[in-house]
């Protein structure tokens, strides 16, 4: 009755990758990580169901694959990245890969070079449909 799942992100850090910093290698992480540094290899959070958050600040930047529930980006990212929740883009965000999301925040200034993938809550993809001339016109031929 009381529980409630939330979609906000969460309002503290745990860790911190500080500027100067550079670490070479895969890093798992629960709760909140802000990376201020550098990091080559994949940031995957451990929390499976509850909610995580990673925020990349302007100087910083990740060569591999990303995969939190929430995330904001502010500086540069190269590799795919998967935000099951929130993804926010702020302006100088720079993305170099695909990215996959749930709901997504881009602000004026930031940019995605690869393919950005809604995931909803369905699996099933999005049909359009396109109205035909004839329909269009008002009929066909008199």
């Given at each position: 009755m009381f529980s409630k799942k939330?979609?906000?992100?969460?309002?503290?850090?745990?860790?911190?990758?500080g500027s100067g910093t550079k670490i070479v290698g895969d890093v798992a992480f629960n709760g909140g990580l802000?990376?201020?540094?550098?990091?080559?290899?994949?940031?995957?959070?451990?929390?499976?169901e509850q909610h995580s958050t990673l925020v990349i600040s302007e100087h910083?930047?990740?060569?591999?694959?990303?995969s939190v529930s929430h995330?904001?980006?502010?500086?540069t990212v190269i590799g795919p990245v998967?935000?099951?929740?929130?993804?926010e883009l702020q302006a100088h965000a720079r993305v170099t890969g695909d990215v996959q999301?749930?709901?997504i925040e881009m602000?004026?200034?930031a940019v995605v070079q690869g393919r950005l993938v809604h995931q909803g809550?369905?699996?099933?993809?999005?049909?359009?449909?396109l109205a035909s001339n004839k329909q269009a016109s008002g009929g066909g031929s008199n």
């Open positions: 939330t979609s906000k992100p969460l309002g503290r850090i745990d860790s911190l990758v802000r990376v201020d540094g550098e990091i080559k290899g994949n940031v995957l959070s451990t929390t499976g910083a930047r990740i060569e591999g694959e990303i995330l904001v980006i502010n500086g998967f935000s099951s929740e929130l993804l999301y749930n709901t602000h004026l200034g809550a369905t699996s099933k993809p999005i049909e359009l449909k």
